[in-house]
């Protein structure tokens, strides 16, 4: 059995009539740049979050440097974020002039470890990006309690977050501005690059929106750059938007049923969701000693996995010149040689999801012989093929 990593075809299929619809208005209308169907998304996924302002942009990574310049980041200023996130959210803060300061994150959760902000913090720090990563929220309330106690704002990346709840509370919702990707992989992913920003601070969305489009149409007030979504990009994500309780509802579910079968395999942590916050599974992360043997293995099945990420940001060769060490970061660099990510969309069924999880029961049955019976139930699937 082949099992894709992502299947967007499949999604397609599944409101094929709604997108090829939406792409028919946008052509007929020749509404390419900006107009009716940007600002119809800007004001739903305002409406949807319950913020008042939704700045498009034309992708995840612009939206954050935006967000840094409309926070007004000076040269030098000191930004700390998180150690194992995608490279968006540091090369951002150097592109707009700062300087990265990473932190490490919790072993279990995978997000920025709350302690090693305050531990972090100088004369020079003005703000923290706290990364929603995988779909579980960060421990929202004390990065707010630090930011507040030492006047700093907050961007939440929540590129990979889309309906993550932190208390009950959309994520995104809680810092000064908070940065969104439509990636077409993310849970709510257009058919090409696309991005924004959510704020509830006006003043901040109009800024942002006037440097977005080369400082002003007709009458620059600034240098901008030009970081617009397209229509078509936007029609698809209105489309779609209708789709993404019920796809985030599925995911859940692919995510327990891993949970589930997983549970009885040894050597396979599943991946743990702290109290109080609610996990959109853009990711599902499992952690294991055997990773690349486990990797190497599911290839051969036909099941496609990836690493997200390698390593972690600071043990890039873009961060060299930060001369990072290991014990800078013990937890993210324990997790960059045990984390894997599996398969997980909302199409994939249940006779997919049960061959994944057998694939690896069987492998750990021929690596580790003693633990034979547990591995014989879980992988009942290749004991009858092979
Ligand atoms: C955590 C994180 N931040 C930012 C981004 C940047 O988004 P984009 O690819 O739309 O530029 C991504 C995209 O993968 C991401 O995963």
């Known amino acids: 059995m082949k099992i894709p990593f992502v299947d967007l075809h499949a999604q397609y299929l599944s409101i094929k009539d709604e997108i090829d619809k939406a792409i028919a208005e946008v052509i007929a209308e020749s509404a390419y740049i900006r107009g009716p169907h940007v600002d119809a998304f800007e004001d739903a996924w305002a409406k949807t979050l319950g913020v008042k302002r939704c700045v498009s942009c034309a992708n995840g990574t612009d939206a954050i440097y935006i967000a840094l310049r409309g926070l007004g980041l000076k040269h030098g200023d000191e930004v700390i974020t998180s150690a194992h996130s995608w490279i968006s959210t540091s090369e951002t803060i150097t592109q707009a002039g700062g300087r990265i300061v990473f932190c490490d994150t919790d072993e279990e959760t995978f997000t920025i470890d709350p302690e090693d902000i305050q531990r972090k913090i100088t004369p020079a720090t003005v703000g923290i990006i706290p990364v929603h990563l995988y779909g579980q929220p960060a421990d929202v309330d004390p990065i707010m309690a ?37 990636y077409p992989g993310k849970n709510l992913g257009a058919y090409g690059d696309a991005g924004c920003i959510v704020t509830n601070d006006n003043r901040l969305a109009d800024w942002m929106s006037t440097f977005a489009r080369h400082g002003g149409k007709g009458d620059h007030i600034m240098e901008g750059v030009n970081s617009r979504m397209d229509g078509l990009q936007a029609a698809i994500l209105n489309a779609k938007l209708s789709h993404l309780h019920t796809w985030t509802e599925a995911r859940c579910r692919v995510a327990a049923h891993y949970d589930n079968l997983l549970e009885k395999v040894g050597d396979v942590i599943t991946p743990e969701v702290s109290a109080g916050r609610d996990h959109v599974y853009n990711l599902y992360v499992i952690r294991t000693e055997n990773r690349d043997v486990l990797k190497e293995y599911l290839e051969e099945a036909g099941i496609s996995t990836v690493l997200s990420y390698p390593k972690a940001l600071p043990f890039y060769p873009a961060y060299a010149y930060l001369g990072h060490s290991p014990e800078d970061f013990p937890a993210a660099y324990f997790n960059q040689a045990r984390i894997l990510s599996l398969p997980i969309y909302p199409e994939i069924n249940d006779e997919m999801i049960h061959y994944v999880a057998e694939c690896i029961g069987s492998l750990f049955l021929e690596e580790t012989p003693g633990m034979g019976r547990q591995a014989e139930k879980v992988a009942p699937y290749l004991w009858s093929t092979s």
């Open 146 to 182: 630090i930011a507040k106690r030492h006047n700093l704002w907050v961007i939440e990346d929540c590129a990979q977050a889309h309906l993550a709840r932190y208390k009950g509370q959309y994520v995104g919702t809680f810092g000064d501005a908070a940065t969104f990707s439509f």
